[in-house]
């Protein structure tokens, strides 16, 4: 397995050890490249997710391929109560970023830059979650009605 197949299995668990509904995004039947990696379903929200590993500190936002970008932007902008996210592990510092996709594309716009520290993401508007066996995501789940309650 993989590192990026290894970080996928334990957000999985995660969602499911959260008691939470995770459904897993597959190749659609027309032949396209799946829009993102999942869809995670809370009481109030539908999360559309792509997760994306990495060996450093820093993120390059073109690891992200347009038609995700245009995917996740669509499906926020369009279908009220869908929030699109891109979780990010820094494998290097056992870290879970989880960055709402208007937020991350704001964030590269505002520092002018593609690539992304793991210092950059301290704000309000980013969740970052310490690793253990399993992420904790309970706390997203605050940090998500606390943060995106009127989408």
């Keep these: 397995m993989n590192n990026g197949t290894i970080f996928e299995a334990i957000l999985a668990k995660s969602w499911v050890a959260s008691s939470l509904n995770l459904v897993r995004m597959k190749i659609t039947e027309t032949g396209e490249e799946k829009p993102c990696d999942e869809r995670v379903d809370f009481k109030d929200f ?3 997710n792509e997760l994306k590993s990495t060996a450093t ?3 390059n936002i073109k690891n992200l391929k347009a038609h995700q970008i245009k995917s996740l932007v669509y499906w926020q ?4 109560n869908n929030l699109s996210f891109v979780s990010i592990e820094f494998r290097k510092s056992n870290t879970l970023v989880i960055v709402n ?3 991350l594309i ?7 830059k593609n690539t992304i520290t793991l ?3 301290e704000n309000k508007c980013f969740k970052v979650i310490k690793e253990k ?5 309970k706390d997203f789940e605050k940090f998500l009605y606390e943060n995106f309650k009127e989408v």
């Design 119 to 121: 210092k950059d993401f």
């Design 77 to 80: 902008k369009k279908f009220k």
């Design 57 to 59: 500190n820093s993120f």
């Design 133 to 137: 066996k399993l992420y904790n995501l």
């Design 106 to 112: 704001n964030l590269s716009i505002k520092l002018n």
């Design 101 to 103: 996709i208007t937020d």
């Design 46 to 48: 539908k999360i559309f």
